[in-house]
């Protein structure tokens, strides 16, 4: 009997240590070792590529009332890095034993005076368990907006949505609420907290009802990038190599586009017929406006391109008469495995 207590004893100091190890385990950083860069991008991904990096990179600290922030940057062009295009935007700290990320909404210069901040992303929710909107956000339950929140409730603390449902993906935690965010008049998805990242629609519109945010494409840190599964009937974020969308003068799509497009495995045809065209220009741009084919004719009656070396992604085919500077454009997926 004795050797029995002596055993439970044992087994009882051994396993609910254990236990609470387990309940109180931290969750996945938000901030990289190195570097963290969030991408957003902006507005209609058809009429004017844009988007915005924010960035942190771990030296930089604000304390404020007792209250350590990492700072912030803004990018608004990643083709020169440099302080003309980067400016601090506002401080940004984590609560690793929750799960949560705040940010600072006033500038934050070492000083002790009080700041408002804001909770942007929380893991340890559970199903029912309801998230508060910052109440500068106003943008919310609006019938025809161009950024907002959807189906969204109130009670006497505010706006909230609840959490509907809780997964695991990629060794990530989701927590998805029953929240919509819509962007220029489509409903995107729901809401969503993911671990190390943060909300699925980015911070931004959390922070800005003035946000044009449409997502947060891409989590960049120094172990790699993580990109979002977020698709739109313009493009599909997961497939897409790059994160920064520059603002470009890629070709505006026409409804009018008079020619055949055949698309076959390693090749697309573009059949010249319906048009009175006697020479002219074909171009492929990639969804981020760069140009990767070209080709001049005269007197054709098709044009073809090798897909082989194309990924899986969303193009621009432009059709240019040289002699009138008439151009037709029109968009294709390219969904076969090309390769």
């Known amino acids: 009997m004795k050797t029995k207590y002596l055993l439970t004893l044992l087994w009882a100091g051994l396993v609910f240590p254990l236990l609470s190890i387990a309940q109180t385990s931290s969750y996945r950083s938000y901030f990289g070792k190195e570097f963290t860069h969030w991408y957003v991008v902006n507005e209609m991904i058809d009429l004017a590529r844009h988007s915005e990096r924010y960035s942190e990179y771990n030296q930089d600290t604000l304390l404020n009332n007792g209250i350590c922030y990492k700072k912030a940057y803004i990018f608004y062009s990643l083709e020169q890095i440099n302080s003309a295009n980067l400016y601090y935007r506002f401080g940004i700290r984590e609560e690793i034993e929750t799960g949560s990320l705040f940010i600072a909404l006033d500038d934050i210069y070492e000083t002790t005076d009080e700041v408002s ?13 309801k998230y508060y909107f910052p109440p500068d956000i106003t943008s919310i339950n609006e019938p025809h907006c161009w950024q907002c929140f959807q189906d969204v409730q109130r009670d006497e603390k505010g706006y909230f949505a609840t959490v509907d449902s809780i997964y695991y993906k990629d060794n990530r935690k989701y927590i998805r609420l029953d929240a919509n965010y819509s962007a220029f008049y489509r409903q995107i ?24 945010a449409v997502c947060c494409n891409c989590y ?37 586009f008079p020619f055949k497009l055949i698309q076959q495995k390693g090749k697309i045809e573009i059949r010249l017929n319906g048009i009175d065209l006697k020479s002219g220009v074909a171009s492929i741009y990639s969804i981020d406006g760069r140009q990767i084919a070209s080709k001049a004719f005269r007197n054709k009656s098709s044009v073809d391109f090798t897909t082989a070396a194309f990924s899986q992604s969303v193009y621009i085919i432009q059709i240019r008469d040289t002699e009138t500077g008439r151009a037709w454009s029109k968009k294709i997926n390219n969904t076969l495995k090309l390769k």
């Open 189 to 212: 998805i729901p809401l969503t907290f993911i671990e190390g990242i943060g909300p699925n629609v980015s911070f931004a519109p959390l922070i800005n009802h003035f946000s044009m």
């Open 220 to 256: 960049e840190d120094e172990t790699g990038v993580w990109k979002s599964e977020i698709k739109t009937e313009y493009i599909d974020f997961s497939e897409i190599e790059e994160c920064f969308f520059e603002a470009t003068g890629i070709p505006k799509i026409e409804a009018d």
């Open 117 to 129: 901040e804001v909770l942007v992303s929380k893991m340890d929710l559970e199903i029912g368990d």
